[in-house]
Nanobody
Framework: QVQLVESGGGLVQPGGSLRLSCAASGFTLDDHAIGWFRQAPGKEREGVSC??????????FYANSVKGRFTISRDNAKNTVYLQMNSLKPEDTAVYYC?????????????????????????WGQGTQVTVSS
């Protein structure tokens, strides 16, 4: 079965950390670009971070709102991409989704047009809730 499954969400206090996982089955992630998105209640889905295909040497991308706090990484041996989230804030509360596509939507020349909350990708996960609250 071809799917992406997110995990690692939960309730955390402001300033805390969480690590989200995005595990793929039925296909390999290393030849796909991967993006993390989030959607808060009443708001549009937004791109948080993305990483290019493994063969690219481009650095990952981070939205300004999470730059310096979030880190995206991939473990090809585990066919999994991670989002390490530190110094969490209440405004980070949202459902977090990962998406994958064989088209490299995360490169410097493509992400402005293709790394958006309304873009279509080959695969989406079901989402994991992150709640930051005291």
């Amino acid at each position: 079965q071809v799917q992406l499954v997110e995990s690692g969400g939960g309730l955390v206090q402001p300033g805390g950390s969480l690590r989200l996982s995005c595990a793929a089955s039925g296909f390999t992630l290393d030849d796909h670009a991967i993006g993390w998105f989030r959607q808060a209640p009443g708001k549009e889905r937004e791109g948080v971070s993305c990483i290019t295909i493994s063969s690219s040497d481009e650095s990952p991308f981070y939205a300004n709102s999470v730059k310096g706090r979030f880190t995206i990484s991939r473990d090809n041996a585990k066919n999994t991409v991670y989002l390490q989230m530190n110094s969490l804030k209440p405004e980070d509360t949202a459902v977090y989704y990962c998406a994958a596509d064989s088209f490299d939507f995360c490169s410097a020349i493509t992400r402005a047009a293709y790394f958006t909350g309304t873009s279509s990708y080959d695969y989406w996960g079901q989402g994991t809730q992150v709640t930051v609250s005291s």
